[in-house]
């Protein structure tokens, strides 16, 4: 599956995601996808900046993962949005923002198996716990 076919996936899997961008090891964005109608809470160069963050935070648990083991993702919760990101191989983020309206367990689970390729899995939208 190709990045964009992948984005499109992460974008329909839940009613809550407003926006998934993939970037690289350099931070530099490889694509992106943004629901229509919802507008960024982030100017574009605090957006810019939290992706650079993003990737250097990674890089940290990166190093530290031969003392507490592989980092699987991280939930970062605000008052507005939350963001999750995830590996994409080893050359690879997966940054998704969703809003607060509802939980983010399916989401997670969701976008998993997207990444780990389970197709067995059905992928259902709707309201969350």
Known sequence: M???QFLDRVMECDPYVRF????DT???KVDSRQKEG????????EMDDSIRHALHAWEF???ISEFVG???FVLAVYDNVRRL??????DRLLLV???NKGGQKDLVENILAIIGGDYTRPISPGMQN
Do not use: H, M, W
Request: net charge positive; charged share 25%; aromatic share 6%.
């Open 20 to 23: 998934a961008v993939v970037i």
């Open 2 to 4: 190709n990045v964009s």
């Open 38 to 45: 919802v507008e960024n809470f982030l100017p574009p160069q």
């Open 70 to 72: 592989k980092n699987q």
């Open 61 to 63: 648990r990166k190093k």
């Open 26 to 28: 350099y931070g530099k």
């Open 85 to 90: 990101t995830l590996p994409l191989g080893k």
């Open 97 to 99: 923002a969703l809003d």
